[in-house]
Antibody, heavy 120, light 115 residues
């Protein structure tokens, strides 16, 4: 059974930083592109970032470019998202997700999400 | 990075079929066959229903089907059941002829009500 377990969500002040982690099991992690997707309270899904299986190809949504950094450690089966200069509008549940088909953008595997709250 | 356009709501009675649309542009839905559909129940993580326009992952009932015409993708749910009541989101790859530079955009979601 595939499991993605996010951690690191917390209450942080505007301008602060946070690092999210997502530990994967039950799949050959190094073969999957990984994404972070967020959902603000009562709102829809917003794609945030994506990293290729080898970590060499990375893309971001305009809303987080320059503030968020996605990375991965295939030896630890873990993907990370370093978030800095956080804003109240970054408040959301953050899901990590893995491609079902390599490079297809189809997130077939999802974690349960971790809540990030940006507030003073 | 404009979001894809989905109607905010749809409804149908048990046993009926309902089709939900997802409208993009020639820069996303119209060009790439990387349209996905997700189902999300309240308080739960999204679940992939359809990938690459019309493919179903293992375990997804064949009551769910996807299609595309021009810049609009569609999800059809046949034989509606009470448990189909949920939010449905589409997504697509966007932009760049360089595969490595492409990003993903989601639609705003459609809330499906089973009457």
């Amino acid at each position: 059974e595939v499991q993605l377990v996010e951690s690191g969500g917390d209450l942080v002040q505007p301008g602060g930083s946070l690092r999210l982690s997502c530990a994967a099991s039950g799949l050959t992690f190094r073969n999957h592109w990984m994404h972070w997707v967020r959902q603000a309270p009562g709102k829809g899904l917003e794609w945030v970032s994506r990293i290729s299986s080898d970590g060499r190809s990375i893309t971001y949504a305009d809303s987080v470019k320059g503030r968020f950094t996605i990375s991965r450690d295939n030896a630890k089966n873990t993907v990370y998202q370093q978030m800095s200069s956080l804003r109240p509008e970054d408040t959301a549940i953050y899901y990590c997700a893995g491609d079902l088909v390599l490079g297809s953008g189809s997130c077939g595997y999802w974690g349960q999400g971790t809540l990030v709250t940006v507030s003073s | 990075q404009s979001a894809l356009t989905q109607p905010p709501s749809a409804s149908g009675s048990p046993g009926q079929s309902v089709t939900m649309s997802c409208t993009g542009s020639s820069g996303d839905v119209g060009t790439y066959n990387y349209v996905s559909w997700y189902q999300q129940h309240p308080g739960k993580a999204p679940k992939l229903l359809i990938y690459e326009v019309y493919n179903r992952p293992s375990g997804v009932p064949d009551r769910f089907s996807g299609s595309k015409s021009g810049n609009t993708a569609s999800l059809t749910v046949s034989g509606l059941q009470a448990e189909d009541e949920a939010d449905y989101y589409c997504s697509s790859y966007v932009g760049s002829s360089n595969f490595d530079n492409r990003i993903v955009v989601f639609g705003g979601g459609t809330k499906l009500t089973v009457l």
